[in-house]
């Protein structure tokens, strides 16, 4: 595939995933902005390029998008080694989200599962772990939603099978989630007058 290639791939699943994709993210929009308003976290987890895109999701809600604001509750789950790597060696690469669900989550706090293919086991085991406890689960997915999407209660699936493009559409739509919880965050902070 050449260069030209790529960017005209990715033009037309950003296109299709910006109609298709508008109403998931306003839910999953509202789901974030109830949970953060009501004194609860937001948890993210995935493996690899999606772990990457948790932690990305996390900072833009714990630091800062564009403005300064209040810090919004967030913690992405791939990003401590030492407890990754624990509960891997006790238990199993397949259970180190959902141990951390298990420590960390209360009700009311939303899980933010990435998977480009839905079939992560261990992302699943986590989104499922999360429901236990009363947690909402907003999958970022690709292709058919897989067996996350099949569990998870807001589901943001791109049209695609394509692993890249995937990624590309979910740094959009972390970004879309940034900016709107941002924008909501400073909107129930501004003083009276």
Known sequence: MTIQQVFAEHAEVVQSASTTLLGPLEDATRALQTCLAQGHKVLACGNGGSAASAQHLVAELVCRFHVDRKALAAVALAADMATVTAIANDYGYGRIFAR??????????????????????????????????????????????????????????????????????????????????????????????
């Open 100 to 193: 951390q669900v298990e420590a960390l989550a209360t009700r009311g706090d939303v899980l933010v599962a990435l998977s480009t293919s839905g079939h992560s086991a261990n992302v699943v085991d986590a989104a499922k772990t999360a429901h236990t406890l009363g947690c909402a689960v907003v999958a970022l997915t690709g292709g058919d939603g897989g067996a996350l999407g099949a569990i998870a209660d807001i589901v943001i699936c791109v049209p695609s099978t394509v692993v890249a493009r995937i990624q590309e559409v979910h740094d959009v739509c972390i970004h879309a989630l940034a900016e709107a919880l941002e924008d909501y965050t400073r909107q129930r902070s501004a003083p009276c007058r």
